[in-house]
């Protein structure tokens, strides 16, 4: 993509010649000196520049020479010097013999020069395609008065002399070294008639060495049926590619970058049109804020009519992608509320939907700057006391916030009909604590708070904590509504206060054992500072009162079958949804021992 969006650093250097490009093979006349003796003179030495730029010419013929002239610079040189001379030559038979065999001979040698040229302008673009790369020369327009210098004002060194040179890269070093030679080609062959024969192999090189890029990162002429057969994971390298770049102002980079650039901005659209699977919308947003970046730069760089097609397509993409966004979000939303699956999970644990579509959204909240972009103008509306998200310097509320929010309330209508699915009620209000749970722990651990707002957490970790005490009333109210409120009972109601306790102590651990909140602290709360706290010393004060009164009893061990520290472990035990050998207390290896 450097290659391609880089272009008018090098091609303005190398073609910045002041001169304009004459049709091939025409010269422009020249005044001629009236006087005959001075006539004459101006003939014999424009013979004679013929005489000698023939020498030089045909040594370097390119059909009989291999070497590369720009490797000896004062032949280089001297090269430049005679190919000048020869122009001067034809601009005057031009004038004065336009039919003479002189000026035949001398057009041959000045195509004989310039297939020369041509050789070692492809030769040169060819061999520093990397020292070329436009980063490493985009410091070189302030070297001018190099570039300007005049064919006999170049150095004849055997090497350029560089200042400051300690400074600069290797790539950059050879980089000044060749663009001179490259600069002195052009503005031969441009001021001999040969512009376009320049242009067009400047163009071919440059051209290849853009499509060589493109092809090493992937990049071909797809159809959309290749598209949607590739694999998306292979994709995943194109949204790197788009990345900032210099304008171009050269008209060579409309026929360098035009098709290029054109195939390389429509893949997004092509991917976009594929089929449309939740998955794949992370590659499409990607693409999307990888266009979106880069938009300045494609809008300046394109900006001529020429390449106008090339932003077309862009923008075609940036459109094409941010319709697929939206469609595999709505798609998404319809599958969340469609689902009516209604076996219950066991022990009351995190239902699959509630992981899945919550894991989901908390991805799609890294992706929030070019969500906001896409849903910019087409989210859903939440109503205030749902809902009031961190708002932005000008007091609005983000898109993104208002999206996922909406996306999060269609999840959480979903345990709410699952629950009744649960035949035991106070196990459904603990799937439902631990569900909510499940999402407010995504929620605050992600970028997901930032988007929602300390305010919606709070808000829903009350809601928890309401299920909670739900669960707790209906699992539990039983075993505590069985110890006594009377302050004085006789021995006989004392022993049947006992059995009913027992028996509705060991139901609901019977029940619960199985059950499971993963919510470490939710979990401690309930069993340790909720249900124990309220158990364990009405139970201890209960037992301590009136087994003294039955001490006589047979069997007494029968009625008291817990301690008070017994109740504490098995309260333990619980929640874990692992069922405890045939989830009786007395069976427990973990804590739950009878006395």
């Given amino acids: 993509m450097d290659s ?30 009236s006087s005959p003796v001075v006539q004459k003179f101006t003939e014999s030495m424009m013979e004679e520049n013929i005489q000698i730029a023939e020498l030089i010419i045909k040594k370097w013929d390119s059909e009989s020479s291999s070497a590369s002239l720009f490797h000896q610079r004062k032949e280089a040189n001297e090269f430049l010097r005679c190919v000048k001379d020869l122009r001067r030559a034809m601009h005057f038979l031009l004038s004065e013999h336009s039919a003479s065999n002189k ?19 492809s030769l040169i673009l060819s061999a520093n395609r990397d020292q070329l790369d436009p980063e490493s020369i985009s410091g070189l327009s302030s070297d001018s008065s190099t570039n300007s210098k005049d064919e006999d004002e170049v150095e004849s060194e055997g090497e350029i002399k560089i200042a400051g040179e300690s400074s600069i890269t290797k790539v950059e070093r050879e980089a000044k070294i060749v663009m001179p030679d490259l600069k002195l080609i052009a503005d031969c062959m441009i001021s001999c008639g040969y512009g376009k024969e320049c242009v067009k192999i400047y163009k071919l090189i440059r051209k290849s060495i853009v499509d060589e890029g493109l092809y090493l990162l992937g990049v071909e002429k797809f159809r959309s049926s290749q598209i949607q057969k590739m694999n998306w ?16 102002r050269e008209s060579c980079f409309t026929d360098i970058s035009k098709e290029a650039a054109t195939n390389l901005f429509r893949i997004p659209e092509l991917v976009a049109k594929s089929k449309e699977t939740p998955e794949r919308i992370f590659l499409l947003m990607e693409l999307s804020e990888a266009l979106s970046n880069l938009w300045p730069e494609i809008e300046f760089a394109f900006n001529s009519e020429s390449t106008s097609a090339v932003k077309l397509q862009a923008a075609s993409s940036l459109q094409r992608l941010g319709e697929s ?112 749970q499940f999402i407010i722990k995504k929620v605050s651990n992600t970028n997901l708070k930032l988007l929602l707002g300390e305010d919606w957490i709070i808000k829903h970790a009350k809601k928890v904590r309401q299920y909670a005490a739900n669960y707790e009333t209906m699992a539990w109210n039983k075993v505590f509504s069985s110890l006594p409120t009377s302050p004085e009972l006789s021995p006989e109601a004392a022993k ?71 109740l504490g472990n098995c309260l333990s035990d619980l929640l874990h949804g692992v069922a405890i050998s045939d989830s009786s207390p007395s069976s427990s290896s973990r804590g739950c021992i009878l006395r």
């Fill in 233 to 248: 994971e292979a994709l995943e390298h194109f949204t790197g590619f788009f990345s900032a770049s210099q304008t171009i």
């Fill in 496 to 566: 049947e206060c006992f059995r009913v306790f027992n028996a509705a102590f060991e139901e609901a651990y019977k029940k619960q054992t199985s059950w499971i909140l993963p919510d470490g602290k939710l979990s401690n709360g309930l069993k340790v500072l909720s249900i124990a706290k309220k158990l364990v010393p009405a139970y201890r004060e209960f037992s301590k009162k009136y087994l003294g009164m039955l001490s006589g009893e047979k069997n007494l061990e029968l009625l008291a079958r817990f301690s008070a520290d017994d």
């Fill in 103 to 121: 000026l035949v001979r001398a057009q041959n040698l000045m195509q004989i020069a310039m297939k020369r040229l041509e050789k070692e302008l």
């Fill in 325 to 436: 966004v939206r469609a595999i979000l709505s798609d998404f939303e319809s599958t969340i509320e469609k689902d009516s699956s209604k076996t219950p999970v066991p022990g009351g644990g995190i239902h699959l939907l509630t992981r899945t579509v919550i894991n989901y959204i908390y991805k799609l909240a890294d992706y929030g700057g070019v969500l906001s972009e896409i849903f910019r103008d087409s989210s859903p509306t939440l109503p205030e006391s749902y809902f009031q998200s961190p708002t932005t310097d000008d007091s609005s509320t983000p898109a993104i916030s208002v999206l996922l929010a909406w996306l999060i309330l269609v999840l959480l209508c979903k345990p709410d009909t699952k629950a009744e699915a649960y035949r035991d009620v106070s196990l459904s209000y603990l799937f439902l604590a631990n569900n909510l």
């Fill in 4 to 33: 391609l969006l880089q272009e008018e650093g090098l091609s303005t250097l190398f073609f910045s010649s002041s001169k304009t490009l004459p049709s091939s093979n025409s010269f422009p006349s020249s005044s001629v000196p």
